[in-house]
């Protein structure tokens, strides 16, 4: 029961990421330590499950797939994205400097961490990072599409693209949706569902929405799961490339250059250097700090518990 209502605490912490643009949830696994089973659990939906439940082989069937494991993680992810869903909207839009300078800090701290984890640096390593690092720098600058078709079928190709997104740390399938015009319109018929006023096609956007992500998410885990399985250190220090070039995306300091247009889902932000005069600056800076120390000591503290448990278990 204890390490249920852990793994429900980790879903929480990934489903309240998810739902922030230049966020990732798989930064979070990564960071609590799941990243791999979460990957490897995910690309177990195969036909070797299907032979399991065919032959009435439950206990198998939930074996294969981890399944108390992702029940539990996924309960919290769930709740994560149900509870904070308002807040985060209302935040963004009231106090996107701060907010945005929590989470540089936590990826910041959070790409340290992933670094570490390459026990031995190699050239391949370094060029792996550039190249992570280039292509989420690149990502995270494409422009947002201002005009979005509303068709059930779109809502299946954003949820297939963000969700793959998702599983990578420092690529927020939260931005895609962003770049793809339907994060803002996601959002609100999440809280139209939640409220229980929501309409009939709003309801389909959401079911297409779901069927997308499903199918991405089977899809793209098995592709990672091999990665990972044959290129495991290059494969880090890529997906540490995505976490620092993603940074681009949550920069504190933005200013705004459409001041007349009263919906914050059509504003455009663009990156510039901080007032050091200003005392929200500096307000950012250290809730910066604090969220880049929060993320290490959470890690040396999870280091020294794994290492007491290995010292007992001796």
């Not at 990421?17 to 195969?46: M, N, Q, W």
């Not at 209302?90 to 990826?107: D, P, R, S």
């Not at 961490?113 to 720098?137: D, R, T």
């Not at 420092?170 to 229980?196: C, N, P, R």
Request: aromatic residues 10%; contains cysteine.
């Amino acid at each position: 029961m204890k390490n249920d209502l852990l793994m429900v605490a980790r879903g929480f912490l990934m489903g309240g990421a998810d739902i922030i643009p230049g966020v990732s949830g798989g930064t979070i696994a990564l960071i609590v330590g799941i990243y791999e089973r979460l990957v490897k659990a995910i690309s177990h939906f195969d036909l070797q499950l299907i032979g399991h439940v065919k032959r009435r082989q439950f206990r198998a069937a939930a074996d294969h797939v981890d399944l108390r494991f992702l029940v539990t993680l996924f309960i919290g992810i769930a709740t994560g994205i149900a509870s904070l869903a308002s807040l985060m909207h209302y935040l963004l839009e009231h106090q996107q400097q701060h907010t945005m300078a929590v989470f540089f800090g936590l990826i910041l701290g959070s790409s340290v961490i992933v670094a570490g984890l390459i026990p031995e640096k190699k050239p391949i390593h370094f060029v792996s990072l550039i190249v992570g690092i280039i292509v989420a720098y690149v990502i995270v600058g494409l422009p947002v599409f201002s005009s979005p078709p509303e068709a059930s079928w779109y809502f299946f190709v954003c949820g297939v693209i963000a969700i793959s997104a998702m599983i990578l740390p420092g690529i927020s399938g939260s931005f895609i949706l962003l770049i793809l015009g339907t994060y803002h319109t996601v959002i609100g018929y999440l809280k139209a569902m939640l409220g229980g006023n929501i309409a009939l096609s709003e309801l389909e956007a959401l079911g297409c929405f779901a069927l997308g992500c499903g199918v991405g998410l089977l899809g793209f885990s098995k592709v990672l799961r091999w990665l990972l399985e044959h290129f495991e250190m290059i494969v880090l220090a890529t997906l540490c490339g995505f976490m620092l070039g993603s940074l681009r995306k949550i920069w504190p300091f933005q200013l705004d250059t459409t001041p007349g247009e009263p919906e914050f889902k059509l504003k455009i932000f663009e990156n510039t250097v901080p007032d050091f005069a200003a005392g929200s600056t500096w307000l950012s800076v250290l809730l910066m700090v604090i969220a880049f120390a929060a993320v290490i000591l959470l890690d040396l503290t999870q280091r020294r518990i794994a290492q007491h448990k290995q010292i007992e278990n001796l």
